[in-house]
């Protein structure tokens, strides 16, 4: 990689970071708003709305998005007419699934626990934060971080903005479906916008070529999107049935604790995935070793970090009627830290083209992680999801590790430093669950591990420095 490409991506990786952080800082700034103007029970309902979301965004989407990067190499110079195209099948599909809802309404209602309004806001808001990926994904070939940032700061503060305006007006006697319809209108409207900028790029049009490859190329990943997110969302939508929408309530402020570490990732991954394509050219196995040792270090120092401030974090986002979320905060914020590992050595999943192998290890975590969920929620009640989860989740990344060893030739993350940050990132959480409510001793510890280990951080960059 030349040395412009070098410090676009170096440029783009801290610009997708930073920026993104304080962007979704805004979220969590005025989660305490929102938690404290709504009951536990309408915070629920939202926070299962956006479960549902997370599923039907992959039906809609189809994963389309992750055939970008590959269709860039199959068809040069020809990209933005590709993306254009496919976004036809994204609009297909949304009608498809309003006619499900029109002709079976009532059905999907009773099963999902929604109005059948709701569930029309679901479609448009699924189909809008497909296409805000897909968009986002096209410009990040470019490193364009200032264009994803922009649109970006729109849909955060604008479904802030709007959603406070009709809970505290139209909506006060139902705040849940207030939160609903600002965030789906912005999310909307943003998603017509970016769509007649990419079709001023380029003319969309149904091209068979490019249909059948981006199809070919991202069907079979569909099932491992649905089965991601169910690792990721199911435990809430079981907790909502088995428990109650407050218990869902409390349980989904803690995972609103882990988005920071969520934002990070996916604004790391965004620059890691498109260098590491450009790596994997020029078989560059050993750079590719030793920037994935470097990018899993620092975010062990971040997770081990955020564990040891999340039970104060809690206080502050929902303040003592969440209380019991402190409990479940430090597993799930585990769950991210696999998480980034996972997005880490995946890429050269996608790279080999062998998206079936994705497919089949996440459904097979997915399983384990429903039938888990059934069995402990209602032995142990909402507490035990985000374990049984985090269990999940390790066995989901110990497939892949397999996977994409034997599709790519190498480790990408190398065993040995795996296992020694897993043992620090697990030690460390296992400390502050015990000192969760000895804030001093807690943040004493964390210190004595983060600093030593960011000083050693610091030195090896350096010297792999070219």
């Given at each position: 990689?030349?040395?412009?490409?070098?410090n676009?991506?170096?440029t783009a990786?801290?610009g997708?970071?930073?920026?993104?952080?304080?962007i979704?800082?805004i979220?969590?700034?005025?989660?305490p708003i929102?938690?404290?103007l709504m009951?536990?029970e309408?915070?629920g309902v939202?926070n299962v709305?956006m479960?549902?979301d997370?599923?039907l965004?992959?039906?809609?989407g189809l994963?389309?998005h992750?055939?970008i990067?590959n269709?860039n190499?199959?068809f040069?110079g020809?990209?933005?007419?590709?993306t254009?195209?496919?976004t036809?099948i994204?609009?297909?599909m949304?009608?498809?699934?309003?006619g499900?809802?029109?002709?079976f309404?009532?059905?999907?209602a009773?099963i999902?626990?929604?109005e059948e309004k709701?569930?029309?806001?679901?479609?448009?808001?699924?189909t809008?934060?497909?296409?805000?990926?897909?968009y986002?994904t096209?410009i990040?070939?470019?490193?364009s971080?200032?264009?994803?940032?922009?649109?970006a700061?729109?849909?955060?503060v604008?479904?802030?903005a709007?959603?406070l305006?009709?809970i505290l007006?139209v909506?006060?006697?139902?705040?849940?479906y207030g939160r609903?319809f600002?965030t789906t209108?912005?999310?909307t409207l943003?998603a017509?916008?970016?769509?007649?900028?990419?079709?001023?790029?380029?003319r969309p049009g149904?091209?068979?070529?490019?249909?059948?490859?981006?199809l070919?190329?991202s069907?079979p990943?569909v099932?491992?999107?649905v089965s991601?997110?169910?690792?990721?969302?199911?435990d809430r939508?079981?907790i909502?049935?088995?428990v109650s929408?407050a218990?869902?309530?409390?349980y989904?402020?803690?995972?609103n604790i882990?988005?920071?570490l969520?934002v990070?990732?996916a604004s790391?991954?965004e620059?890691?995935?498109t260098?590491?394509?450009?790596q994997?050219?020029?078989?560059e196995?050993?750079?590719?070793?030793?920037?994935?040792?470097q990018?899993?270090?620092?975010?062990?120092?971040?997770?081990v970090?955020?564990?040891?401030?999340?039970?104060?974090m809690?206080l502050?986002?929902g303040g003592?009627a969440?209380?019991?979320?402190?409990?479940?905060?430090?597993?799930?914020?585990?769950?991210?830290y696999i998480l980034?590992i996972?997005d880490v050595?995946?890429?050269?999943?996608y790279?080999?083209k062998?998206t079936?192998?994705?497919m089949?290890g996440?459904?097979a975590?997915a399983v384990?992680n429903?039938?888990?969920?059934y069995?402990?929620i209602?032995q142990y009640?909402f507490?035990?999801?985000?374990?049984t989860?985090?269990?999940?989740?390790?066995?989901y990344?110990?497939?892949?590790?397999?996977i994409s060893?034997r599709?790519t030739?190498?480790?990408i993350?190398?065993?040995?430093?795996l296992l020694?940050y897993?043992v620090?990132?697990c030690?460390m959480?296992?400390?502050?669950l015990?000192?969760?409510?000895d804030?001093?001793l807690?943040w004493?510890l964390?210190?004595?591990?983060v600093v030593?280990?960011g000083l050693?951080l610091?030195?090896?960059?350096?010297?792999?420095q070219v």
């Amino acid at each position: 990689m030349s040395s412009e490409k070098k410090n676009a991506a170096l440029t783009a990786g801290i610009g997708y970071t930073v920026g993104n952080i304080l962007i979704k800082g805004i979220n969590i700034l005025t989660l305490p708003i929102f938690s404290r103007l709504m009951t536990q029970e309408e915070f629920g309902v939202f926070n299962v709305f956006m479960s549902y979301d997370a599923i039907l965004f992959v039906l809609v989407g189809l994963a389309l998005h992750t055939s970008i990067r590959n269709a860039n190499l199959e068809f040069p110079g020809k990209i933005d007419s590709y993306t254009s195209s496919i976004t036809l099948i994204y609009l297909l599909m949304a009608a498809f699934f309003a006619g499900l809802v029109l002709f079976f309404g009532d059905f999907f209602a009773k099963i999902l626990g929604f109005e059948e309004k709701i569930l029309y806001m679901l479609i448009l808001f699924s189909t809008g934060s497909s296409l805000l990926l897909l968009y986002n994904t096209r410009i990040s070939l470019d490193y364009s971080y200032k264009k994803y940032l922009l649109v970006a700061l729109i849909n955060s503060v604008g479904n802030v903005a709007i959603s406070l305006v009709l809970i505290l007006t139209v909506f006060r006697a139902d705040r849940a479906y207030g939160r609903i319809f600002g965030t789906t209108a912005v999310i909307t409207l943003l998603a017509l916008f970016l769509l007649a900028a990419m079709y001023r790029k380029a003319r969309p049009g149904i091209h068979r070529k490019y249909w059948c490859f981006g199809l070919k190329f991202s069907l079979p990943i569909v099932p491992h999107g649905v089965s991601q997110v169910l690792l990721a969302q199911f435990d809430r939508i079981m907790i909502r049935s088995l428990v109650s929408d407050a218990a869902a309530g409390i349980y989904s402020l803690a995972g609103n604790i882990r988005l920071i570490l969520t934002v990070i990732t996916a604004s790391i991954t965004e620059a890691w995935s498109t260098w590491f394509y450009g790596q994997m050219g020029k078989k560059e196995h050993g750079c590719i070793r030793t920037r994935a040792t470097q990018l899993c270090g620092l975010f062990t120092i971040l997770t081990v970090g955020l564990m040891a401030i999340s039970p104060e974090m809690v206080l502050i986002l929902g303040g003592k009627a969440y209380d019991s979320a402190k409990y479940v905060a430090i597993p799930m914020i585990l769950d991210s830290y696999i998480l980034f590992i996972y997005d880490v050595i995946v890429t050269g999943e996608y790279y080999s083209k062998k998206t079936v192998y994705i497919m089949l290890g996440t459904m097979a975590a997915a399983v384990l992680n429903i039938v888990l969920n059934y069995v402990f929620i209602l032995q142990y009640g909402f507490l035990a999801a985000a374990y049984t989860t985090l269990f999940a989740y390790v066995c989901y990344l110990l497939l892949h590790l397999v996977i994409s060893r034997r599709l790519t030739g190498f480790c990408i993350l190398p065993i040995r430093w795996l296992l020694v940050y897993s043992v620090i990132a697990c030690g460390m959480a296992a400390a502050s669950l015990l000192l969760v409510n000895d804030l001093l001793l807690r943040w004493g510890l964390c210190a004595v591990v983060v600093v030593p280990m960011g000083l050693l951080l610091l030195r090896n960059y350096r010297k792999t420095q070219v």
